[in-house]
């Protein structure tokens, strides 16, 4: 059986690296807005933006974070950029096993742009509003997706718990928390 097809509003946001300055204003807001209480704290380590940084030869290259990998991939790619080498995973989006990026630095779980979700809904971005060089421009088009390859965020998170506790262990918290509403 076909998976059925259902429209989904795609939003993007298109980096003009060409017009990154690397203000880091962009990690400063995102981290902010993501405090708990909103706008509590701003620590760029929790940002679900990074800016790749290399300031003598002129190169900021903004890199958002993307879906949450299990386990971390075989391909490699090395990245030479005006004659400077990059780490092989310098420009992935993935919150990976393998490296720090993209991480809560507290609890190690997962981060992902969320693209500001909010309600009410923001008229944009947060890092787009705040991009004054123009360099983040956000775009949303329309696409027809099966249900089965949309994986939202709640199922990362769980999916990350269970990776990091156990499956087991994950379903007794489950299980106590259920019990706990009920009573
Ligand atoms: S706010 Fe814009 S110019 Fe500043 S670092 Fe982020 S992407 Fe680059
Ligand atoms: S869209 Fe929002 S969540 Fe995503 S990187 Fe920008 S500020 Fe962070």
Not at 32 to 50: G, M, T, V
Not at 76 to 84: A, F, P, S, V
Not at 137 to 143: A, H, T, V, W
């Amino acid at each position: 059986m076909q998976a059925e097809k259902k429209k989904k509003v795609i939003k993007t946001i298109r980096i003009d690296v060409d017009k990154c300055n690397g203000c880091r204003a962009c990690e400063v807001i995102c981290s902010s807005f993501h405090a708990s209480p909103k706008y509590s704290s701003n620590n760029p380590a929790r940002s679900r933006i990074r800016v790749i940084r290399d300031p003598i030869a002129d190169i900021y290259v903004p890199v958002y974070a993307g879906e949450y990998a299990v386990a971390e991939c075989a391909g490699r790619d090395k990245y030479t950029i005006d004659g400077k080498e990059y780490d092989e995973c310098a420009f992935c989006r993935a919150s990976c096993p393998s490296r720090s990026e993209f991480k809560e630095p507290d609890s190690g779980l997962p981060l992902k742009c969320d693209m500001c979700s909010s309600d009410p809904t923001l008229e944009q971005p947060l890092c787009v509003q705040w991009c004054l060089a123009d360099a983040l421009i956000y775009e949303e088009r329309e696409e027809e997706v099966s249900e089965e390859t949309t994986v939202d965020e709640l199922e990362m998170g769980l999916d990350a718990l269970a990776n990091k506790y156990g499956l087991n262990k994950l379903n007794e918290l489950l299980a106590k928390m259920t019990a706990s509403k009920k009573g």
